[in-house]
């Protein structure tokens, strides 16, 4: 009786053109008889109102999240009905229904045939592609999946690649992996180079230096030993894409020629790299030569010579800044240790204007006085603690 007065109060709604009412109440009235079901999606098609039924249809044989009881699936053609219907009405919310409900519902080959139809006629549609993707997983078709996704950069294209292993099947794709998934997709590589191996990648994205750079950043930083067939390249690609890294891979590096990498920076005038490199190569007078003369730094040059501890690196900065006030007034603010003040003072030329050059003399000056109060307190101590060492010696004699 229920059922009765529930299917009159339906049909009324549907009447009234009430469709959402009318299918909210499916669930309640129809309960576990699959004819029943079966003929109000009909109905509900002919009205062409299958979206509003849609989200009420049973899912599942037990019920599950259909709250109706008993064994509940209706036959296939029904779900095809609909998802045939939200194809036709709106890519998007097709996609969406499909991805919600289980493939046991419909047949995998004939909705497929379907989309691939929709794709011919309007091969931009996103939307289209990423459903044949998933009806492609769906029947276990995991490469083809892979290529609709890699088509479209859909994020569950990492997903899929890992949990199904098909990293050979990505050994053409790499340019598009990384162009659509950024640091992501160079984190998977650099993650699996024992099934995608380094050179692999490397020939892939021979023709795209700066992806070759961030990937082969990103296994120097993680997996150094695996790319050092690589570093010589690598010091043109951070000379090219990432000049402030530059500095840091030298110095982290052995496995690069230093010729071959200071001339690379000597074209880009990387004068900090250059630096670097001519000392390591032994050259530090060429080095001291670059800091005064391109860098201008005197602080820089000061600590260089004082790194390298050499008496001649000393007299050669000394000779280039002698024509170099800021130079010069840098030099005696840190004269003492490693610098006479006398010798660099006879050779500055006179009415030469040094900037700061009265406090850099009162400094020096204020230092030699701290030096010689030092002395005199180290000799009393001296004499003291002789003087006291000397008596008891002189007791224990006795």
């Known amino acids: 009786l229920f059922r009765s007065v529930g299917r009159l109060y339906m049909e009324s709604l549907i009447k009234k053109k009430q469709y959402e009412q009318a299918a909210k109440m499916c669930r309640s009235v129809l309960g576990g008889d699959v004819k029943e079901w079966e003929k109000v999606v009909s109905e509900f098609a002919a009205l062409g109102q299958l979206e509003a039924v849609a989200p009420y249809v049973p899912l599942t044989k037990t019920g599950g999240d259909t709250g109706t009881a008993g064994i509940i699936q209706l036959g296939k053609a029904y779900y095809e009905m609909i998802l045939n219907d939200f194809l036709l009405r709106d890519s998007a919310e097709f996609v969406a229904l499909l991805k919600k409900w289980p493939s046991s519902l419909y047949d995998i080959p004939t909705v497929m045939n379907v989309v691939k139809s929709a794709i011919n006629d309007d091969k931009k549609n996103k939307h289209l592609w990423e459903a044949q993707a998933h009806l492609y997983a769906c029947d276990g078709q995991y490469d ?19 949990e199904h292993n098909l990293f050979g099947s990505i050994q053409d794709n790499v340019v598009p992996l990384i162009e659509n998934h950024k640091d992501k997709a160079i984190d998977l590589l650099v993650d699996n180079t024992s099934k995608i191996p380094v050179a692999v990648v490397v020939a892939e994205l021979a023709d795209r230096r700066e992806l070759r750079h961030r990937y082969l950043h990103a296994v120097f930083t993680r997996k150094p030993r695996e790319c050092v067939d690589y570093q010589a390249d690598q010091v043109e690609l951070y000379a090219d894409f990432d000049q402030e890294g530059l500095l840091n891979f030298l110095r982290s590096s052995n496995s690069y020629p230093l010729e071959k990498a200071l ?22 007078r060429a080095a001291l ?15 260089f010579a004082t790194e390298q501890n050499d008496a001649e690196l000393w007299e050669d900065l000394i000779s280039f800044s002698v024509d170099k006030p800021p130079f010069i007034t840098g030099l005696l603010r840190k004269s003492g240790t490693h610098i006479d003040p006398q010798r660099l003072i006879s ?29 005199e307190g180290f000799r009393k101590i001296l004499v003291n603690d002789s003087s006291a060492l000397l008596d008891r010696l002189i007791r224990t004699q006795r």
């Open 144 to 162: 083809k999946a892979l290529r609709y996704y890699l088509r479209i950069g859909h994020e569950d294209v990492l997903r899929l690649i890992q």
């Open 263 to 284: 001339a690379v920076c000597e074209v880009r005038e990387l004068d900090e790299a250059r630096v670097y490199l001519l000392t390591r190569m032994g050259n530090a």
């Open 289 to 303: 030569k670059l800091i005064t003369e391109k860098l201008g730094d005197v602080e820089k040059a000061i600590d």
């Open 347 to 375: 050779r500055i030329k006179s009415r030469m204007n040094i900037p700061g050059l009265r406090d850099s003399l009162v400094k020096i000056l204020q230092d030699h006085r701290l030096q010689i109060s030092l002395r």
